[in-house]
Structures are given as structure tokens and as C-alpha cells.
Nanobody, 124 residues
Framework: QAHLVESGGGLVQAGGSLRLSCTASEWNLDGYAIGWFRQAAGQEREGVSCIHSEGTTYYADSVKGRFTVSRDNAKNTVYLQINSLKGEDTGVYYC??????????????????WGQGTQVTVTT
């Protein structure tokens, strides 16, 4: 099954920044809403942000003001800029395509074509 590809994770000190990328070789992403999720060790996957095709954005309360989601349709890429990193931001970050809009933007079962994830580790 086709899937998205995340990149840009790494090891960073608290207070630092990273820019994650999400892309696909099989589709043009510009017609899709793309969600970002993260999963810390031993915890459930949680919604971080979502961007719709027309540009509407959503953020989890824990990341508002620090994370910014954007898209560059010419590069077929969705970005997640993460600033002022905290230890609790550590985890594997995933992107996925939102297939249903009946539930809240962070409802995992509404997403498909998950990538393999990119690890973000914040040292304190």
C-alpha cells in the first residue's frame, strides 16, 4: 500500500527547533488534508496538527504557539516547524492523509496512508 514519507527528525536540545517534512511519490498532496501525529514511548499516538487543502490549520493545545504546519504544493510537501522544543515533545512523528471529516481533526481512524515516522528526541 502506498504511504507518506516523513523526514527531518533528530536529536535536539530543549529550546531548539526542527522542521519535519511529509511527502509522497504516489499522489499530489495538494487536494488532501494532512495530519501530524506523534507517539511517545509507551503512550498512545496523539494528534499534533492538521492542515486542510485550502490552508485551514488545527493544533493541539500543547503545541499552539510553538508548532506551525504549512504546505508547499509545488514541492508536494507538508511541513511541521517545531520551535521551543520541550522534553515532552520527544517521540516519533507521523503524517497521514485525512480521509473522513465526520469527527474531530485528531481522530486517528479517520486517517490513512501513514508514514513510517521520524524520531524527534529532545535533550534537557
Amino acid at each position: 500500500q502506498a504511504h507518506l514519507v516523513e523526514s527531518g527528525g533528530g536529536l535536539v536540545q530543549a529550546g531548539g527547533s526542527l522542521r519535519l517534512s511529509c511527502t509522497a511519490s504516489e499522489w499530489n498532496l495538494d487536494g488532501y488534508a494532512i495530519g501530524w501525529f506523534r507517539q511517545a514511548a509507551g503512550q498512545e499516538r496523539e494528534g499534533v496538527s492538521c492542515i486542510h487543502s485550502e490552508g485551514t490549520t488545527y493544533y493541539a493545545d500543547s503545541v499552539k504557539g510553538r508548532f506551525t504546519v504549512s504546505r508547499d504544493n509545488a514541492k508536494n510537501t507538508v511541513y511541521l516547524q517545531i520551535n521551543s522544543l520541550k522534553g515532552e515533545d520527544t517521540g516519533v512523528y507521523y503524517c497521514a492523509i485525512r480521509r473522513s471529516y465526520r469527527n474531530a481533526w485528531y481522530y486517528l481512524p479517520d486517517y490513512d496512508y501513514w508514514g513510517q515516522g521520524t524520531q524527534v528526541t529532545v535533550t534537557t
